[in-house]
């Protein structure tokens, strides 16, 4: 596969409280700011999440996502997805800092350990950890280009 020509994909997500968002994804996740702003005209932040990718699924996929995570078809057109350490642990946190938890943890067919929370902004976010053949949480998804 040759290299995307797309340098960066930049979720940009517009919130009605700015402030608790900003909060709860730089303070609560732990998503390092990048750049941010705070003008009249408004204000912004742009926060590091690590590598970006694009995933497209078909609607009957996303049924089957919502109904192996929460047991119900609950997630809108756009969910965010996340690969973290510790998927269990990062959802207590972020669930201290506001978030709800839609569902148990789960481990899916495709071998993660996933919760899903929905965020103070109402975004559903999947927290997702990798797990090896054995059942134990392995540190990332791809391997990085050599």
């Not at 009605?16 to 009249?40: I, K, N, Q, T």
């Not at 943890?105 to 990798?130: I, K």
């Amino acid at each position: 596969m040759g290299e995307s020509p797309v340098r960066e994909l930049r979720l940009a997500l517009t919130v009605e409280d700015y402030d608790r968002a900003l909060a709860f994804y730089r303070d609560v996740l732990g998503l390092p700011d990048v750049h941010s702003w705070e003008e009249a005209s408004g204000s912004g932040a742009i926060l590091d999440a690590g590598r970006a990718t694009l995933e497209l699924l078909s609607v009957s996929q996303a049924e089957l996502v919502d109904r192996v995570e929460v047991g119900e078809r609950v997630a809108g057109a756009v969910r965010i997805a996340l690969e973290v350490a510790d998927s269990v642990e990062t959802a207590r946190a972020l669930v201290a800092g506001g978030a709800e938890r839609l569902a148990d943890p789960v481990v899916t067919p495709w071998s993660h350990r996933n919760v899903r929370v929905r965020a103070p902004d109402g975004m559903q976010l999947t927290l997702f950890s990798v797990l090896d053949d054995t059942g134990a949480l392995t540190r990332y998804t791809f391997a990085p280009e050599a």
